[in-house]
Each structure stands twice: as C-alpha cells, then as structure tokens.
C-alpha cells in the first residue's frame, strides 16, 4: 500500500493543532468531490511533516492514496509547521490569495493534461474487428469539473473571490503580497490596483408603445413575425478589448471582432450552461452573470483580451 511509506508522525507535524470538526468535515466533502488536490509530504526518513488533516479526510472518505500523492520534502518541518499554524488563522481575504496560488497550479497541471491527450489523440489507433475492441459512440463523455470550480470547492473560496483575487496579482503583485500579509482586504486591493468588480445594473424593460390601428389594403403583405432574439431587452455592447457582446432576454453571445473567438451563454436544466468552443471550453453556473463572466475569464486566459 502506498501509506506504507508513512513511517511515522514527525514531532513538528503532531504539534499543529487539529482543524475544527466543520473545516474536517468540509475537507472530507472536498476531496469526495474532487479528489486530493494538494499532495502529502515526508521527510527523507518517511516520517510525515504535512497533510495530516488531508491524510485523515482521506481515510475518513474512502480514498486510497496513489503514488503521486506522496512526495519526500527536504524543507524545515518546523518552518512548515509555522506556516500551518499561520493558515489556521488565516482571513477572508488572505484565504483568497491562497486559493488564486493553488488555481495556477491547478491550470498548469490542466494544460499539461491537455496536451498529453492532444498527442494521444494524435496516435493513430488500432483496433480488432471484433465487437468487443469497437469504442461506443454512444457513451456519453463525462463533463470535468473546471479547475477554478475544483479549487473553489477545495478551498471554500467563492468564484468570484478567486476571479478578484487573479486580477489582483495580475494587476499588482504587490499589492497582492499586502493582502496575503494581511494588511490589506481583498476589497480594498481590489480598489487600489484599479480591479474591483463594476456593479451590473439591470436594464429597465418598458412596454412598447402601441403603433396605431392602420387600414389594410388588399395589396399589402402580412407583417413578418419578429425574431425572438430582438426584443426590447437586447442589449449591443462593444468594448475597447475586442469583444462584440449580444445580450438578449434569454442568451448571450460573444463575439471576438479580430479573433476566432466565438462564445454563448444559455439557459440549462441545472443553471446557465456557457460554451466556448470546445468541449474543454465549457461549465455550467448558477446564475446567468456568473456564466457570462466565465466566458469572459475564458477569452482573458485564452489570449481574447486585447486591453
């Protein structure tokens, strides 16, 4: 068995106190849903310096470890021990910052993934002519969680903080860097490095005013039918970055004017489905402006955004 290789519990590591009975209880949940995100780590001598509370969930959840769950650290496991003492306390804000670190990590590990498959794609594949060796088309294809959907689950961090927290470092490590020391809210940085999030107003819908009861002559054609995705809640938004963006009562459209870069936003039986090319382009939100801004999170991480 892989915690085999666990030879023991080193004296920093038990010296950390253990998560509240929530936070174990959110973490076991956690790794249900996604998996162990972040890797258990021993010294040299198998004796275990980090993830005690993370190896617990596991064993509480069911979740036999592989190998690459465990990684030999030649760090201080006092320094580390500090470090898990300080996140305890951890604010709101500093959370969010720490979550922003581990969605980078999380989307490198993605992008590699991705282009491993694209090679594998590539192989040319042989197969018998029996039944039995015949992929089926018709099993349908399991749609992956996104990773700032998993980090976000992981780490109890909310979209929205984890999308502010990314503009932030982006905008300004350092102020990024004041935030994680805790001298600066996430909203405050937010402010200070020109990124806070700009407050949607919803458009007023007006009834039409009734065009007057016209005569009809014996010559005129009967009026078409209107289309549906041209009502009096459609909204034509072109901004500085390129985007062309199409927003109608019931969907949204994106469109990229120098790009190949084509998006849509829909109502879907579990929220608001977006898509964006591909079936790794995709996800399903809650509400209809959570998914329009993973469209446009899409196009930023995509090359999409020109400003």
């Given at each position: 068995m892989v915690a085999d290789r666990i030879e023991g519990v080193h004296e920093a590591c038990s010296a950390v106190p253990k998560i509240v009975e929530r936070d174990f209880d959110q973490l076991v949940d956690s790794i249900l849903t996604n998996g162990l995100l972040r890797p258990i780590e021993i010294d040299s001598n198998g004796l275990l310096v980090d993830g005690r509370s993370r190896l617990q969930?596991?064993?509480?959840?069911?979740?036999?470890?592989?190998?690459?769950d465990i990684v030999v650290t030649d760090a201080d496991p006092n320094a580390i021990a500090r470090s898990n003492n300080a996140r305890r306390h951890l604010t709101t804000s500093q959370r969010a910052m720490e979550a922003e670190r581990l969605l980078r990590k999380e989307e490198e590990?993605?992008?590699q993934r991705k282009a491993e498959g694209g090679k594998k794609s590539r192989q040319p594949k042989q197969c018998s002519l029996g039944t039995d060796s015949v992929p089926s088309e018709?099993?349908?294809?399991?749609?992956?969680?996104?990773?700032?959907?998993?980090?976000?689950?992981?780490?109890?961090?909310?979209?929205?903080?984890?999308?502010?927290?990314?503009?932030?470092?982006?905008?300004?490590?350092?102020?990024?860097?004041?935030?994680?020391?805790?001298?600066?809210?996430?909203?405050e940085a937010a402010e200070k490095a020109g990124v806070a999030p700009k407050k949607r107003v919803k458009p007023i819908a007006t009834n039409p005013a009734k065009p007057e009861p016209t005569k009809k002559s014996a010559k005129s054609k009967p009026a078409e039918n209107p289309s549906p995705w041209r009502d009096e809640f459609t909204q034509l938004i072109d901004t500085p970055d390129g985007i062309?963006?199409?927003?109608?009562?019931?969907?949204?459209?994106?469109i990229h004017m120098t790009k190949a870069f084509v998006a849509v936003v829909i109502p879907d039986e579990e929220g608001w489905w977006w898509y964006a090319g591909t079936d790794d382009d995709q996800g399903i939100n809650d509400h209809r402006e959570d998914a329009e801004q993973s469209v446009l999170d899409w196009f930023s991480a995509n090359g999409g955004n020109d400003a």
């Open positions: 969930a596991c064993k509480a959840a069911g979740i036999p470890l592989e190998e690459k590990l993605a992008a018709t099993e349908p294809i399991k749609r992956q969680p996104r990773a700032k959907d998993k980090v976000a689950a992981a780490s109890g961090v909310s979209r929205d903080k984890l999308t502010v927290a990314r503009r932030i470092r982006k905008a300004d490590p350092e102020i990024a860097e004041k935030v994680e020391q805790g001298e600066l809210s996430l909203e062309r963006t199409l927003r109608c009562e019931h969907a949204t459209f994106y």
